[in-house]
T-cell receptor
Framework: DAGVIQSPRHEVTEMGQEVTLRCKPI?????LFWYRQTMMRGLELLIY????????DSGMPEDRFSAKMPNASFSTLKIQPSEPRDSAVYFC???????????FGSGTQLSVL | QKEVEQNSGPLSVPEGAIASLNCTYS??????FFWYRQYSGKSPELIMS????GDKEDGRFTAQLNKASQYVSLLIRDSQPSDSATYLC????????FGTGTRLQVFP
C-alpha cells in the first residue's frame, strides 16, 4: 500500500483565496483525521470521520473551514477565505481503530500571504 | 491547563547515553498513551503504545506509565544521532490529543 496520500505538498496563496487540501487514506481504514501543526500550538485535531461520516468537528477553528468525505477513498479540507493565520502544516491520517496506530500522510505546507 | 504537556527542549544527550522524555496529562479517564517520533520536515510515526501502569520495553525504547500521577515517559537507551527528532506524546481521551513535543538532540 502506498500509505496516506496528500496533495498538494506545498500551497502558497494570497489572503482571501480558497484553498482545497486533498487526502486519500489507506485502503480498508475506516477512520480519517485532519490535523494542523504549528510551532506554537503543536498538532491539533480539526475533524475526524468514521465510515465517511463526520464524528467530531469541534476542532475546526471557524466557519471558514469545512471538510468532506464523499467516499471511503477521498477527503477534502477547504478554507474559504484563507487568512495568514491559517499558515501551517496540515496532516491527514487514517487508522483502522480510533485508538490505535495513526498513519500520517506527508502533509501539506500551507502559506497564506 | 493544557491537556497534554511536554517540555519543548531541546534535550541534548551524548551518543550512548539514556534519553528521558516526559509527559503529563490532565484527563484521569485516559486509557491509551502513545509516543510518536517526528523527524524535521516529516510526518509523525508511532514508536510506542502503552495501556497499563508500569513499563513496556521494545528494543532500545521503554515506555513508562503512572496513571495515579498522570505521567508517561519514554526512555531511549544507547541513544544514537539518528534518534535526533521531536518526540510527541499522545493521549487518548475521547480523541487523540498530542503534546507539543520535545526536541531531542543526540551528539556524537
Amino acid at each position: 500500500d502506498a500509505g496516506v496520500i496528500q496533495s498538494p505538498r506545498h500551497e502558497v496563496t494570497e489572503m482571501g483565496q480558497e484553498v482545497t487540501l486533498r487526502c486519500k487514506p489507506i485502503s480498508g481504514h475506516d477512520y480519517l483525521f485532519w490535523y494542523r501543526q504549528t510551532m506554537m500550538r503543536g498538532l491539533e485535531l480539526l475533524i475526524y470521520f468514521n465510515n465517511n461520516v463526520p464524528i467530531d468537528d469541534s476542532g475546526m477553528p471557524e466557519d471558514r473551514f469545512s471538510a468532506k468525505m464523499p467516499n471511503a477513498s477521498f477527503s477534502t479540507l477547504k478554507i474559504q477565505p484563507s487568512e495568514p493565520r491559517d499558515s501551517a502544516v496540515y496532516f491527514c491520517a487514517s487508522s483502522f481503530l480510533v485508538r490505535e496506530k495513526l498513519f500520517f500522510g506527508s502533509g501539506t505546507q500551507l502559506s497564506v500571504l | 491547563q493544557k491537556e497534554v504537556e511536554q517540555n519543548s527542549g531541546p534535550l541534548s544527550v551524548p551518543e550512548g547515553a539514556i534519553a528521558s522524555l516526559n509527559c503529563t496529562y490532565s484527563d484521569r479517564g485516559s486509557q491509551s498513551f502513545f509516543w510518536y517520533r517526528q523527524y524535521s520536515g516529516k510526518s509523525p510515526e508511532l514508536i510506542m503504545s502503552i495501556y497499563s501502569n508500569g513499563d513496556k520495553e521494545d528494543g532500545r525504547f521503554t515506555a513508562q506509565l503512572n496513571k495515579a500521577s498522570q505521567y508517561v515517559s519514554l526512555l531511549i537507551r544507547d541513544s544514537q544521532p539518528s534518534d535526533s527528532a521531536t518526540y510527541l506524546c499522545a493521549v487518548d481521551t475521547d480523541k487523540l490529543i498530542f503534546g507539543t513535543g520535545t526536541r531531542l538532540q543526540v551528539f556524537p
